[in-house]
């Protein structure tokens, strides 16, 4: 049974539910290390049955606010503020003053990062990697993965692919640490100057291994973002495959008015 909203259509009662649920978590009814209440005390609260709370708890969890935690019910959970994600990031002065772009965005948002390195090494390159690095496809690529935290939470994972003539002969990319400014402060220290970033983002829902791995709540929303590294001379020399946890972020992209 719905209730009729703007245009004539019902919004499920299961929706209704979670939304209510959503926004007192917003509000602060609910606060981080609350329990949400049980499944019986929700189902007496708002006279429906447990299948429609069950399908209520679902986009709850979507939401990302809570995590459920086996035998105990669903917490809210104690995440940090969403930080700004700024086309800024990509200044030429942060590499010069040897802050990589994910080291000087936290700074601006006054949080502590930290980077642990899933993976370094060669790999051969996925189709749609291949042909944005203008390689065959199984091409050798050097890959990069890592895990991003913010004030101690893993807020997004990221894989950088470079085309083996590149990166073979810069023996930092192949290193734990890059060195200061990251690995495009490095690209440049050999003569690759970047002209542009191109990005393309899409929303989805995170798969199983996904929010494992940024400790979100199965099926919460990730933003999935590539990033095409663009020299001078035309040549993409970096493709970073990023996942972010979508609750993290907010984006600002500052777009030139003139020709």
Not at 74 to 97: E, N, Q, T, W
Request: charged share 25%; proline share 6%; glycine share 10%.
């Amino acid at each position: 049974m719905g209730t009729a909203v703007g245009g004539g259509r019902a919004v499920p009662r299961y929706v209704q539910i979670a939304d209510e649920i959503v926004q007192q978590i917003r509000a602060g009814v609910l606060k981080p290390g609350d329990m949400v209440p049980s499944e019986s005390e929700l189902v007496e609260r708002y006279g429906v049955s447990g299948g429609t709370i069950r399908k209520a708890m679902v986009e709850v969890r979507a939401s990302g606010l809570v995590e459920t935690r086996h035998g105990k019910g669903s917490i809210v959970k104690d995440r940090p503020p969403v930080r700004l994600r700024s086309s800024d990031r990509f200044r030429a002065s942060h590499r010069r003053g040897g802050k990589a772009a994910y080291l000087a965005e936290s700074e601006q948002a006054g949080a502590k990062p930290d980077v642990s390195l899933l993976y370094r090494g060669t790999l051969e390159a996925p189709a749609e990697i291949a042909e944005r690095l203008d390689v065959e496809i199984g091409a050798q690529v050097l890959a990069r993965r890592r895990l991003y935290f913010r004030n101690g939470t893993p807020v997004e994972t990221a894989t950088s692919y470079l085309p083996w003539d590149v990166a073979k002969d810069i023996p930092e990319l192949h290193a734990d640490n890059p060195g200061p400014g990251g690995i495009y402060a490095r690209l440049e220290d050999h003569g690759h100057v970047f002209a542009e970033f191109v990005e393309t983002l899409q929303a989805r829902l995170a798969t199983k291994a996904e929010a494992s791995e940024l400790a979100l709540s199965p099926g919460a929303p990730v933003v999935h973002l590539l990033r095409n590294a663009v020299t001078e001379e035309g040549r993409v020399v970096e493709v970073c495959d990023t996942l972010m946890a979508a609750d993290q972020f907010v984006f600002q992209y500052r777009i030139p008015a003139a020709d």
